[in-house]
């Protein structure tokens, strides 16, 4: 939709093309139709539709949610249309701004939001946006009269390889584990997209902290300058004596870091690395970090009930993250779980539940799978939705004496939900409405 309005604003004759049909997108197609843009609701990407459309397109626009690999892309191309993603045509739009590019499987929302708060301390106009949930488009929009002075862009592998054209000033890289492989088929493939943003940024952070990027970083950029992060031996960002470091300068006390877990130390040091390279300040960059409190459905405080703390963490869409989550939170928790699965290695997560978790509670489309991997937990239920696990969780909370209910779903969203953001909202309003009936 950003993409649309930008290029309307800019001119552009512009159709908007739309598998589904339900009464959201009729409102979604209401709106772009007042923008005096054409939607055609209910019409699959076949290569059949590319070939005999109408009005042939000059260029076509793709939601990251489309392979690259599509065969109606491939007829597209055949015919000269030029192929790219929303991300690519905001940078087309916006040259002369600098762009700070994160990426990662896990930790790049995190480190977008803080290190968009340490450029707002500065004084700075740099919206984070991106995958971050504010379209690179609808900031590229919005610029007349509001020109941003950088770009916080949060770039997940499906953005980063339809926009092949962006450079960003600083590439930021916080952790690869395996994801996303049923769409791009091989661990290799997946690493290789998320390099080739790095190779085409001028500077370089890279989490030491991380054992993919530790052991592989430095042969994957082989003729690169690193600024490496982390609190592993030779790291120039790092954290001494309960002080946050960068060459050896004293930035900021971890006494006033609001964020639990390992993780988002991490995620702190890549942010003060890139705010360093950017050219901010010290006192800003220690700013920014004290006032941050986190982002929504990242190990997000949702409510307390007689004690018992209810924790978003809708966001772990992998095992790995899911493991963070467990390592983050005061143990034992009620945890749950469930979703669409992905591919990847469940045994640490495993582990984690079988060690950490006084009960598990199982729900959506993967709950069988797990229920049948967790026979050797005295307490895993599946509970078959999210609806039914919440108050389940507190029942057994109190059973159990625990103090902690965790939703670290390692899973997609999809079978449920639009995604991890509409999935955290739904859990966050079952437990606020629990709390109310509970008072």
Not at 19 to 33: G, I, K, M, P
Not at 34 to 45: E, K, N, P, T
Not at 245 to 267: D, F, K, P
Request: charged share 15%; glycine share 8%; net charge negative.
């Amino acid at each position: 939709m950003a993409a649309a309005l930008l290029l309307t604003r800019r001119g552009w004759r512009v159709q908007v093309w739309e598998r589904q049909s339900d009464a959201l997108f009729q409102e979604r197609a209401q709106v772009l139709q007042d923008a005096g843009i054409a939607v055609a609701l209910g019409l699959d990407l076949t290569p059949e539709a590319v070939a005999t459309a109408a009005h042939r397109p000059q260029t076509l626009v793709v939601s990251p949610g489309i392979s690259w690999q599509h065969p109606a892309l491939g007829v597209a191309r055949s015919l000269g249309v030029a192929v790219m993603g929303e991300a690519e045509l905001a940078w087309q739009f916006c040259q002369g701004i600098p762009w700070v590019g994160i990426t990662g499987t896990n930790g790049k929302t995190t480190t977008t939001a803080l290190l968009a708060q340490m450029f707002q301390a500065a004084g700075k106009h740099a919206p984070a946006c991106g995958n971050i949930g504010l379209a690179l488009c609808q900031v590229v929009g919005q610029m007349v009269g509001d020109r941003p002075d950088w770009l916080i862009a949060e770039l997940s592998s499906y953005q980063i390889e339809s926009a092949p054209s962006v450079a960003p000033v600083v590439g930021i890289w916080t952790t690869f584990t395996p994801d996303h492989l049923n769409r791009h088929g091989t661990l290799e493939h997946y690493r290789d997209i998320k390099a080739a943003l790095l190779h085409r940024s001028q500077h370089l952070v890279l989490n030491r902290d991380d054992p993919f990027l530790a052991a592989h970083g430095a042969r994957l950029f082989p003729d690169r300058e690193i600024l490496w992060t982390g609190e592993t031996s030779g790291s120039a960002v790092t954290i001494d004596d309960n002080w946050v470091q960068a060459h050896g300068e004293n930035i900021l006390s971890l006494e006033h870091w609001q964020l639990v877990g390992h993780h988002n130390r991490q995620n702190l040091l890549m942010a003060v690395g890139a705010a360093k390279l950017c050219g901010l300040a010290k006192e800003a960059i220690a700013q920014g970090a004290a006032g941050f409190r986190g982002v929504p459905h990242r190990l997000e405080p949702v409510v307390r009930i007689d004690g018992i703390q209810f924790i978003n963490d809708s966001k772990a869409t992998n095992y790995e993250a899911a493991v963070v989550a467990l390592e983050a939170i005061a143990q034992p928790a009620i945890v749950l779980a469930g979703g669409q699965a992905k591919a990847g290695d469940p045994q640490p997560w495993l582990q984690q539940l079988q060690a950490k978790a006084a009960a598990v509670l199982l729900f959506g489309e993967a709950a069988p799978n797990f229920a049948a991997w967790l026979t050797d937990h005295p307490h895993a239920e599946l509970q078959i939705t999210l609806e039914e696990a919440v108050p389940r969780a507190l029942v057994l909370a109190r059973k159990y004496g625990v103090n902690t209910v965790l939703l670290a779903p390692a899973c997609a969203s999809f079978d449920a939900f639009r995604n991890f953001e509409e999935r955290g909202d739904r859990f966050r309003q079952l437990c606020l409405d629990l709390a109310a009936s509970a008072a």
